[in-house]
């Protein structure tokens, strides 16, 4: 499998790019900045939804992180939810604060900023499959003995995964999912559930905070 590169045409300039990111719009910095002053209309909406999603993520992260569950069915419901807001949270901080996210990544060591684009990434690839192409319990073995009290779901483990078939995607698609099994495989196969949504969550709430100022610098006045 030879995936096409994927091209895109800026929002701003309409020069075609090659994105580095799958939701990237813009082909440079300037173009971006360019942009975000000619639709400055725009900037209340960003932190809107910067707000509401990082309120649903903490929620979702804080009770997968605290309860236990003593059905799969509860146990598969609360890592869906923490997955869909990490990765909703992770999106609007790549759209609308790519800066701040890049600076805060850019600045960590090269293993740790590894660690944290992959599990990321590797989280993306559970949110495209579950429910969809596989099974909740294909991803995750849950902790503790069936009928036990003890069924922490931060404890469960993510499990390993063979490769998947995407020959029903177009080829960039191919190529940016067979990027996330990938990271998948590397930082979520093998390790907790708690340990993922820890590192991720920590990550997006720094980078949330450093976000929120600078949103507010740019939001115009109220009248």
């Known amino acids: 499998m030879t995936p096409m590169p994927d091209t895109r045409d800026c929002e701003q300039c309409g020069a075609v790019f090659t994105p580095r990111r799958e939701h990237a719009r813009f082909c440079s910095a300037r173009c971006r900045v360019a942009w975000n002053r000619e639709n400055t209309s725009g900037h209340a909406a960003e932190a809107s939804a910067l707000d509401w999603s990082m309120s649903a993520m903490r929620d979702a992260t804080g009770r997968l992180l605290r309860v236990t569950a003593r059905d799969r069915a ?14 909703i949270v992770d999106a609007t901080l790549v759209r609308y604060h790519p800066d701040t996210y890049d600076g805060l ?9 590894q660690m944290i684009e992959e599990t990321l990434a590797g989280l993306r690839f559970v949110r495209n499959r579950m429910g969809q192409y596989l099974d909740p319990a294909d991803f995750i073995l849950p902790a503790g003995r069936p009928g036990g ?4 779901i931060r404890a469960s483990m993510w499990k390993s995964l063979p490769e998947p078939e995407l020959g029903s995607l177009p080829s960039p698609r191919q190529a940016w999912e067979m990027t996330r099994y990938r990271a998948y495989q590397a930082q979520l196969a093998g390790h907790s559930v708690g340990e993922t949504f820890e590192l991720a969550a920590a990550f997006l709430k720094l980078a949330a905070a450093e976000a929120a100022p600078a949103a507010e610098v ?6």
């Open 74 to 87: 509860r146990l598969f419901a609360v890592v869906s939810e923490a997955v869909w807001w990490v990765t």
């Open 105 to 113: 990544l850019t600045g960590r060591p090269p293993a740790d900023r």
């Open 149 to 152: 009290s003890d069924r922490r």
């Open 218 to 223: 740019r939001a115009p006045a109220a009248r």
